[in-house]
């Protein structure tokens, strides 16, 4: 599939926009607007770089449509992993016992199949194995809540689902 130029009135001609750089966090939804206010609305806006989940909401609310980052992998092979109750270090000590998957509300293999004390086993061991695993979990934690972003953007329930996840996330 190559790409199609297409002057528009702007006269960059691209099928859809990338947008980023090291964007501050703090200012992120004030840089997002003021770049989307410059770009027609009938192509996509791709936003790279965000990290946490609140970026997410952020960037959609100012106007982002599509997303990637290297972050949840990138956390993840330092043991660090998503969850609907905040962001945990896998290889925490409290973890050394509890045969729970990382978060019992998530369907991916590594919650089906691994414990966090086998998480942290496999960390502490310096098996390739963990980061693997806490990868699988940390994508499929950051697909699922733009599935259910999409949905709620759908149904009118976003600042509903903001509050809910952030309050869940960030307590
Ligand atoms: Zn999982």
């Known amino acids: 599939m190559g790409l199609t130029l297409i002057v528009d009135e702007h006269g960059l001609g691209f099928d859809g926009y990338g947008i980023g750089d090291a ?10 607007g003021w770049v989307i206010d410059e770009l027609t609305e009938d192509r996509p806006r ?29 956390v993840a092979r330092n043991a660090a992993v998503y969850t609907w109750r905040g962001r945990h270090n896998i290889t925490n000590a409290r973890f050394r016992r509890d045969f729970a ?3 019992p509300d998530c369907d991916c ?32 934690f950051i697909i699922g809540l733009v599935d259910q972003i999409r949905e709620a953007i759908s149904g009118g329930r976003f600042d509903d689902l903001r509050e809910h996840v952030s309050g869940r996330y960030y307590a």
């Open 23 to 32: 964007l501050e966090e703090q200012n992120l939804a004030t840089i997002i």
């Open 46 to 74: 791709h936003l790279l770089g965000i990290s946490g989940p609140d970026d997410l909401f952020v960037s959609i609310e100012a106007g982002a449509d599509t997303f990637d980052c290297v972050s949840p992998s990138r």
């Open 101 to 103: 998957p990382i978060d």
């Open 109 to 140: 293999y590594t919650c089906a199949n691994y414990t966090r004390a086998y998480l942290l086993h496999l960390f502490k061991s310096r098996e390739i194995l963990g980061a693997m695993l806490a990868t699988i979990h940390n994508e499929r």
